[in-house]
């Protein structure tokens, strides 16, 4: 998460010293704009911190390995829609999901781990989803899926750390974007 900590600390920078940056979002038309800016350079800061620390530590391997993984996963989303909200307020424009990209993959991962929706897949019919506490660490996640309608198991394995590392690249892709739009707007937004 180092990459998007220095990613993030760019545009903190950026805002910090354009006058523009700071003119438009102090600006009381745009309150929301700068309230959306800052809770998501602050929600990023701190999931890129929590994950940091705990992919350095790892997964418990007592019950609380498997809380453990849903925190992480549910910082991963919180990270996400962070940045999107951020882009969004930034460049005026909504971020184009890439089908089959590591941040795509992540959410897909955390939904069918959950079971998301709640005994329905995406095809609208009835699947079960099982994690066993022991199959979670950042190199494997496994979960099992009983689909009813199909009359079968299906066996799920993740590489967390892969992902995470693919999704990086991505999401500082993004938030290069970010700042590369920033700059490109005089010197800040106007």
Partial sequence: MNQLLEARE?????????ENCQRYFFADENSDDYAAYYTAMY????TCDALYLHRK???????LGYIEFWGIMQAII????????????VTGNTLARIDNSAWEQLRSMRNLCAGHAI????????HRTFMGRDFISYEC???ETWNQSAMNTQFHKFKLSELLENYEIEARGVLDK???DMIKRGQGIQ
């Fill in 178 to 180: 970010i700042l590369t």
């Fill in 10 to 18: 760019k545009i903190s920078n950026f805002f910090d010293n354009s």
């Fill in 141 to 143: 996640i496994k979960c």
């Fill in 43 to 46: 929600l990023m800061q701190d």
């Fill in 119 to 126: 005994n329905k897949g995406q095809d609208g019919k009835q």
């Fill in 78 to 89: 919180i990270q996400q829609d962070s940045i999107k909200k951020l882009y969004k307020v």
């Fill in 57 to 63: 530590k790892g997964f418990d391997k007592s019950v």
